[in-house]
Every structure is written in C-alpha cells, then in structure tokens.
C-alpha cells in the first residue's frame, strides 16, 4: 500500500511562485509513475503534469514552461515547482502515482492565486 501526503499549496499572488510536496509512505522507485492532477471549482479534474520512473516528463499545455515536475526517490518525494502562477491555476491539486494496476492519491492541497 502506498499513502501520498502533498503539503505546500497556499495563497500566492499572480505572477508569482509555490513549491507542491509529494510525501510517499514506502519506496516511490516502485510506482511506474507519478503525476499531479488539479481539480477548479465546477471543473473536471485534469492531468498538469506527469514523470515516469525513466526520469521522462509530460505537461499539460496550460503549465509548459511554468511548472516543473521533479522526484527525489532518496527522499521519497515528488515535486510541483509552479513559477509565473495565474488566477487560472487557482485549484485543488492532487499528488497521484500508479504501480502496476492499482493507482493513489492524495488527499490534495488548495493553491490560490489572487490577481
């Protein structure tokens, strides 16, 4: 069983920076891949980035070249570096991962991004 605690979302203004954590109980060098999906009011939740255990990275287009993603397996921990950040970022963000065919989440931090 794999728990993901994600902690680091907050009120920023635009333009501005926030650093999301992704604690994985246990080894996330087992998880096949892990991502960061985000969920606005009234909306769908939607996939903002993604890293498989190769080390290669997916984002969706809203973020590219504002958001990085990034693991540190020694510390059992994802990252969600969100730099430049827009009101349209405002959401709850939710750490994810999948090993096999079971998939985790987070519980989710809110981000907010005040104009």
């Known amino acids: 069983q794999v728990r993901l605690v994600e902690s680091g979302g907050g009120l920023v203004q635009a333009g501005g920076s926030l650093r999301l954590s992704c604690a994985a109980s246990g080894t996330i060098f087992s998880l096949n891949a892990m991502g960061w999906y985000r969920q606005a009011a009234g909306k769908q939740r939607e996939l903002v980035a993604s890293?498989?255990?190769?080390?290669?990275?997916n984002y969706a287009d809203s973020v590219k070249g504002r958001f990085t993603i990034s693991r540190d397996n020694a510390k059992n921990t994802v990252y969600l570096q969100m730099n430049s950040l827009k009101p349209e970022d405002t959401a709850i963000y939710y750490c994810h991962g999948i090993r096999g065919p079971s998939d985790y989440w987070g519980q989710g931090t809110q981000v907010t991004v005040s104009s």
């Open positions: 890293i498989i255990s190769g080390g290669n990275t």
